[in-house]
């Protein structure tokens, strides 16, 4: 059988959802996954103990902050935090972030608590390709 490709269009997978802190998939491949999340507000401090994850910033300003320092991620831009780093995702106005990394991260990492999203919806974007 011919694999059915089909493209994704951000804006419009975005359009699906407004909740904030909850990433959802809109993409696999070699055991990681794409996913969106709206950001706003102050998230925890976390790290990943076995997993580097990498925020693509489609819109607004993303404070990642760290132990040491605090890096502004803004639109256009990306960065990667090592697996095992700290860090304190703050969002002073809505932000939406694309995130690549493997399928076992867990948004709060090592730490479960109410923030904590176990089973992440995958969102299909059923308009697009042809
Ligand atoms: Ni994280």
């Known amino acids: 059988m011919k694999p059915h490709l089909e493209k994704v269009n951000l804006a419009e997978a975005l359009s699906h959802f407004s909740t904030h802190w909850e990433p959802k998939i809109?993409?696999?491949?070699?055991?990681?996954q794409v996913r969106l999340?709206?950001?706003?507000?102050?998230?925890?401090?976390?790290?990943?103990e076995e997993e580097d994850e990498l925020f693509l910033v489609l819109k607004g300003s993303l404070d990642l902050e760290f132990r040491d320092h605090t890096v502004t991620v803004n639109e256009g831009e990306f960065i990667i935090v090592p697996r095992g780093v700290e860090h304190f995702p703050v969002a002073k106005e809505e932000v939406h972030v694309l995130l690549f990394e493997?399928?076992?991260?867990?948004?709060?990492?090592?730490?479960?608590n109410e923030r904590t999203i176990e089973q992440l919806e995958k969102i299909i974007d059923d308009r697009s390709g042809g």
């Open 26 to 32: 809109v993409g696999e491949l070699n055991g990681q």
């Open 37 to 48: 999340a709206k950001l706003k507000g102050s998230f925890m401090w976390h790290a990943h």
């Open 102 to 112: 493997p399928a076992s991260t867990v948004n709060t990492g090592s730490i479960r």
